[in-house]
């Protein structure tokens, strides 16, 4: 009996002890498990890190030599920039040097360089400086150099002194200045040739009285173009001209017959007696104040005035006119004098 309920007892408590062994079995279980998904977990997660770790340096790895490139591109920049730097050095120097090596042919062309008529040096045939000869078109001026009278622009070339005069041109016939221009002297028995001639070699001459029967020559010295003159019998008046102009004269108009201006009216400004009317027209014109005329002509005596007023007042005086400037015009040519130094 005893021994029965022993192993009974025995049976038991194998039992019970069997029993409480599963709830530790599954804890361990368990407890293997998530150790398990944490190492996968840690694994997974090392590998992930891994990863990106090696992508970033990867793209890292993949700009560099974008940077590179252009470190290399600016370094060759540089290097370019300096040579051409050098280079444009160098041949500054060069240039200069090449330069300086050449002046000497630069000053051999210039004086082995072909003559021109404006090169401002009188060479080929010329009888002045660019001026002159048959190369050259351009004629002399006054007193220039000349052989003939084409090498001058007067077409009067004095081929004793080899200069270029002044153009001569007869004024008047049987006529003489006289008084009207300053005498330089007289010279008797002289062609008109000779009598142009000896106007020329005197200083101040620009005019001559000649006379064709006596030979007689009186030079002179005018200061207006065309010079007075009064009717002397066999003499001509020539005076020297420089070149011919085309100017405006005015117009004289008779204002009245048998009157006179007088001082009250119109300023006198001059007066010559035993005058033409044509030369005292030309005297008054020379007058730069001079615009109106009191004529005699009966005495042939000639009083300048300047006026104020057109038509200028007047008086009834007996054997005068009054003669008056007016605005219109006409166009003439005439010719310049040429003063003598």
Known sequence: MFNNNRIGVDNDSVTVTSNATQPK???EYLKRNVMCITFIIIVLVII???SIFFCKI????SEQPSTAEEITIETTEKTTNEITEKMEITTEA???SASITTLPTTSTTTTTSLPTCTDGIKNQDETDVDCGGSTCTKRCSLEQG???NTDCTTDNCDTTAKKCRGAWVKIASDSAMLAYCTGLGYESSATLSDCESYCLSTSGCNAVDWHAGKSGCTPRQCSYYPPKYASHSGWEVWAITTETLTT????WIKVASEGLMGDVNCAEVGSDESVIWSLCESACLALSSCNAID???GGTQCTYRHCTTYPPNYRSASGWDVWA????TSTTTNTTIHVAE
Not at 248 to 251: A, F, I, M
């Open 25 to 27: 079995k599954l804890c």
């Open 48 to 50: 992930i890190t891994i």
């Open 58 to 61: 990867k793209k890292t790895n």
């Open 94 to 96: 060069t240039t200069t």
């Open 146 to 148: 000349c052989l003939s």
């Open 248 to 251: 405006t004269n005015l117009v």
């Open 295 to 297: 004529f005699n002509y």
């Open 325 to 328: 400037i007016t605005t219109g």
